[in-house]
């Protein structure tokens, strides 16, 4: 099981171009399925069957494993699968009829207009790594692009002259992604004056450099999120300000296409969460504003 493993997180990396997050994932929930089937007496993937996975997702449940955990779960041991029978190895797979578990729908976190504002005007210019910091969090919020997308950034993908910027997102797709003035002057005064003192005479394309010049990474951007999320007294990831992005341009009247195509969304649904966000937000307002709806009397009544 070993040696076909590796050559799947080969494939993965190689062929696939997956994240290196999505590797690490994969990689633990394979092994732990990998000792589960040991387990069982089963010493060849050939013998694994459906009643040897409903066991397994049977197990996980009797843990109190979330929904959502058995689920990624499930979508790797079906991804090993394919690429087993793809190389012949196996002529079946045991997970192509097994059901996922329903997942609760939960309406993704944004924050207000005057939420986001305060975030992103909220590190000390003045200074380089508040210029950076006052750059990336502009980047996040007015092109909605992942973090990762962020981090792997370089310099010769921005385009200041038509405010716009190239970005590969998953499985290597490219995309343009657009930002406007704040963000673009933001980023502006980061390039010119705070990279290049951060940089200290290094030479690096990375576009964010942490105080050493060198590219910044995931786990770096979220402490600068926690940091300036203080101003708002609410705990924001990135993530959050993504779906700011799309809620916001949703409200503001952007067309559910367009914004698909901003965030790289591959499938319309993955996109069209958005637009419960705001209904939901449209029917809080209501319920709010209007007389007869909190079962109030109208004038002369």
Do not use: C
């Not at 994240?19 to 040991?38: C, G």
């Not at 992942?146 to 290597?172: A, F, P």
């Amino acid at each position: 099981m070993q040696e076909v493993f590796n050559r799947y997180i080969d494939y993965l990396e190689a062929e696939r171009n997956v994240s290196a997050y999505t590797v690490r994932n994969y990689t633990k929930d394979l092994l732990e399925f990998f000792a589960f089937v040991s387990e069982q007496g089963i010493d060849t993937l050939k013998n694994v069957n459906k009643q040897t996975l409903r066991a397994y997702l049977a197990q996980l449940m009797e843990q109190k494993y979330a929904k959502s955990s058995i689920a990624r779960k499930l979508s790797a041991i079906r991804s090993f699968y394919r690429y087993l029978m793809r190389e012949e190895l196996v002529t079946a797979s045991p997970a192509a009829t097994t059901v996922s578990p329903r997942l609760d729908k939960r309406l993704p976190t944004f924050l207000t207009l005057e939420e986001a504002k305060r975030l992103v005007e909220s590190p000390d210019v003045t200074q380089p790594q508040g210029q950076r910091d006052r750059a990336l969090l502009e980047m996040l919020y007015a092109s909605g692009i992942r973090v990762s997308e962020l981090v792997n950034m370089n310099v010769e993908q921005v385009n200041l002259s038509t405010n716009e910027i190239r970005v590969w997102g998953k499985g290597s797709k490219e995309r343009v992604v657009l930002i406007g003035a704040p963000a673009a002057q933001a980023l502006n005064t980061y390039i010119n004056d705070g990279r290049k003192e951060l940089l200290g005479g290094k030479r690096n394309n990375a576009l964010f450099v942490n105080r050493y010049g060198e590219r910044i990474l995931v786990r770096r951007v979220q402490k600068i999120l926690n940091k300036y999320s203080r101003s708002i007294n609410k705990s924001v990831h990135p993530h959050i300000l993504r779906h700011t992005f799309a809620t916001h341009l949703l409200d503001g009247g952007a067309d559910l296409k367009v914004v698909q195509e901003l965030l790289g969304h591959a499938d319309l649904s993955s996109t069209q969460i958005y637009t419960h966000v705001t209904q939901s937000r449209a029917r809080k307002i209501y319920l709010e504003a209007h007389p007869m709806a909190r079962g109030e009397s109208g004038e002369g009544e």
